[in-house]
């Protein structure tokens, strides 16, 4: 599928057609630089994936196809002096439709076909988080990601993500917990109240019987969960703080 082709069928048209037919190929080409030339259904078209535009000459005159039904149908005012069916439209032969026109049409099949794209897929929070972790180099890489199902078992309410460059914990109020990765010996979660600015905010206070919380302010606190056999031995205790510590967003 080439230029080539269209070359090829302007070639054997008299030349009346032939300059006609040139003019309309050269505005969708105006319109759409990027597209490919070929053949259609046997006709000069233009290809974006999907035809955008063709164009035939007949015995007495000429056509334009939209490779839309719906086209035809969006310019049905603008087309009105043509003759017009589900496919295209004819015109006289020394006549070609406006270059605006063109222009109008394959845009708006371009449009079409973008539309009928399906949606790009774009990565969840949880598989942002597993794509962080897959490449994080850490001594304590199994011990991260056990705690990381531990904090998102604490309750249904909790979701994940990135956040400050680490994986982090939020409900639908706030993020509320981030790794603290830098940490090569243990595995450390900060618990917090998120981003927002909370001038008159009130000291949290937590039971923490296993002695894992280090309090870094009234509304920050450090959670060191060990490594190894500690994780599985701390689980019902962290269960717990990530409990109580939602509670204050």
């Known amino acids: 599928?080439?230029?080539?082709?269209?070359?090829?069928?302007?070639?054997?048209?008299?030349?009346?057609?032939?300059?006609?037919?040139?003019?309309?190929?050269r505005a969708i080409r105006?319109?759409?630089?990027?597209?490919?030339?070929?053949?259609?259904?046997?006709?000069?078209?233009?290809?974006?994936?999907?035809?955008?535009?063709?164009?035939?000459?007949?015995?007495?005159?000429?056509?334009?196809?939209?490779?839309s039904g719906a086209i035809t149908a969006q310019f049905e005012d603008e087309l009105a002096k043509y003759q017009v069916s589900k496919g295209g439209f004819r015109f006289p032969i020394g006549k070609p439709p406006p270059a605006t026109l063109i222009r109008k049409l394959v845009k708006a099949r371009v449009a079409e076909i973008e539309a009928a794209k399906p949606a790009k897929k774009t990565a969840t929070a949880d598989e942002a988080v597993a794509v962080y972790l897959k490449t994080l180099k850490h001594p304590l890489k199994t011990e991260i990601e056990a705690v990381r199902v531990i904090v998102l078992g604490a309750d249904p309410a909790i979701s994940e993500g990135i956040k400050w460059n680490a994986p982090s914990f939020r409900t639908e109020k706030e993020w509320f917990a981030t790794f603290h990765v830098r940490a090569q010996e243990s595995v450390q979660l900060v618990l917090h109240l998120g981003a927002r600015k909370r001038p008159k905010v009130k000291a949290v206070k937590i039971a923490d019987p296993n002695g894992l919380m280090k309090w870094l302010g009234k509304d920050r606190a450090m959670v060191t969960m060990g490594s190894g056999r500690n994780i599985s031995a701390n689980r019902k205790a962290l269960e717990a703080i990530v409990r109580a510590w939602i509670r204050q967003l």
Do not use: N, Q, W
């Open 1 to 25: 599928m080439s230029a080539r082709d269209a070359d090829a069928y302007l070639a054997k048209l008299s030349s009346d057609k032939r300059a006609t037919l040139d003019k309309v190929r």
């Open 30 to 67: 105006a319109a759409a630089p990027d597209a490919e030339e070929g053949l259609s259904y046997g006709v000069p078209a233009f290809i974006l994936g999907k035809p955008i535009a063709g164009y035939s000459a007949g015995a007495a005159h000429c056509s334009y196809f939209p490779m």
